[in-house]
């Protein structure tokens, strides 16, 4: 595939238009990764004391694994909320 | 300096037409429909009263997966009623986030927003509906000013709960749903150009033809991972539903009994 010979041009921004496609997508990464800094903490939290949990009772893992995903799934709605502002920025 | 030309975003995710108003997104939808049906309707027919086998194992094997994993954490005895509606919502929206890995479809229909969209505006009718039903007119009452509020911090909960539980709900139902499906998509499409550029790279032939390797096994790894995302979303969609109508079915807990 052709793709990978063409050379990334580095012209810099002339046109209005240019300047808001380089704008964007240095900003579009921005968000997203100040998105995801939050519930990554959130969650490596929560899964750590959820561990914690099922090594104190084992008899209770099944219930607590449970609401392990439920409360995983919250957080990473978060994360994901960025990812869509993301995509509608930068592409 | 290289890099890989990625294709527009449109050429990822738009399909062409099979026939007017009609696409492969449509297609897999249509067919996620058929086949769950047909699951269990096969099923119905044979003997309820021997030892299941085949297909109507495996259609007892998801009614039993919802009723202890789904309606029993969340719900309790009284929700066993809503199985039905909580098995269809899982089951759709697992044949649907499945062809994201298979050879030919290769694209989880709820990476379009529709499905998703729809799907948790349905959701959202049905949990008010079921408290207006079932608590009549003081569900809104219940719903937003939560037993044991100040009065003089009732306007400001107000204003808060109705945005968490009216508006923010369906919000993030939907892109939990589409954001998790679409991520795994772009991911899974990322990898497999990378790989290819890669392997038929006619520029520093030997280090990138057989560093090409690399991203196909990161490939296959995201094939894996897409599956257990594809039933943890599905899982996450029925649960989350079964919570909303948990919460509408009983109110706050100490005002009905």
Redesign the interface.
Known sequence: ????????G?TPPQTPDDVKAAAAASSAGFAYGLAAIGPGIGIGYLVGKSVEAMARQPEAAG?VR?TM??GI??T??LA??G??VF?LIG? | MLGLEFPKINEVLRWQDIFPSFNKIALIAVLATIIGSAIFLLAGRKDGSVAPKGIRNLAEIMVEFIEESVVMQTMGKKGLKWTPFLLSLFVFIYLCNVPGIIPIFQMPATARIAIPLFLSVLVWIVFIGTGLKHQKGAYFGHLLWPPGVPVALKPLVGVIEFFSTIIVRPLSLTVRLFANMLAGHILLVTFALLSEAMFQAETNQPFLNIGGILPFFMLVFLTGFEVLVGFLQAYIFAILTAVYIGTSLEGHGDEAH
């Open positions: 595939m052709e793709a990978f010979s063409r050379l990334v580095t219930m449970t995903f439920l799934a919250f990473e709605a994901l909320i990812f869509v995509i592409l």
